[in-house]
């Protein structure tokens, strides 16, 4: 909330507030509904956030008509915020890889961490996952950054956003290796939402949107 509300302003303190409520709500109701999180010691789902924060986008934009303001400075602050949260998640397990090679690979053995009680990979090496999202995160907040200094308007922001990182999420899932994830058609239901995310990004990028606050 701080870092969004940094580049708009305080005047948009009580929209910045209802939309990170929004992404909290939309994140537990995931966690709690697919991703099982009795078993997963987690209580949030990314999607979930996702979802929810555009929805909280959408009410602030009827209520206050300030959605489009400030929601390319949200697509900023998230890359920040979920990779600092991807490190709690390359320590404890969360979101495993594959089984890799050695020279590749990190090692668990916590008995609650999600790879050996889940995957059970104890003491095998497995894909980062977690690490490649982290760098991930950052070449993408490169990138939105200069968007947001050149003064792009929020909605091409946002979309750029969706884009890039529901790419890369979908390359990363690649990597993954979550027994519980549900699969359909195939693959596991995180490829189908990234591309959803891709449509979605396109489509955002051609709405109009009024110019950048000051």
């Not at 982290?134 to 200094?149: D, F, P, Q, S």
């Not at 792009?152 to 990182?165: C, E, K, N, Q, Y």
Request: aromatic share 10%; glycine share 14%.
């Amino acid at each position: 909330m701080w870092l969004v509300g940094l580049p708009v302003g305080p005047h948009f303190a009580p929209a910045i507030i209802a939309v990170a409520l929004f992404r909290i709500l939309g994140a537990g109701l995931w966690g709690q509904w697919l991703e099982a999180s009795s078993q997963l010691a987690r209580p949030f789902g990314y999607f979930g956030g996702l979802i929810g924060g555009r929805a909280g986008v959408v009410v602030v934009q009827l209520w206050r008509d300030e959605g489009w303001y400030f929601a390319g400075a949200f697509a900023v602050a998230a890359l920040v915020s979920q990779a600092g949260g991807r490190l709690r998640c390359l320590v404890q397990g969360c979101c495993p890889g594959r089984p890799a090679e050695a020279g590749l690979g990190i090692r668990y053995h916590h008995p609650i961490s999600r790879v050996c009680k889940l995957a059970k990979l104890d003491g095998g090496p497995v894909h980062p996952t977690p690490l490649s999202s982290i760098v991930g995160n950052l070449v993408i907040l490169g990138l939105l950054a200069r968007l947001w200094i050149g003064h792009a308007d929020r909605a091409f922001v946002m979309g750029t956003d969706l884009i890039l990182s529901t790419c890369a999420r979908f390359r990363e899932q690649g990597y993954r290796g979550e027994p519980q994830t549900a699969r359909w058609a195939g693959l596991p239901i995180y490829p189908w939402l990234a591309i959803g995310g891709l449509f979605a990004g396109l489509a955002l990028t051609t709405l109009p949107a009024p110019p950048p606050p000051p």
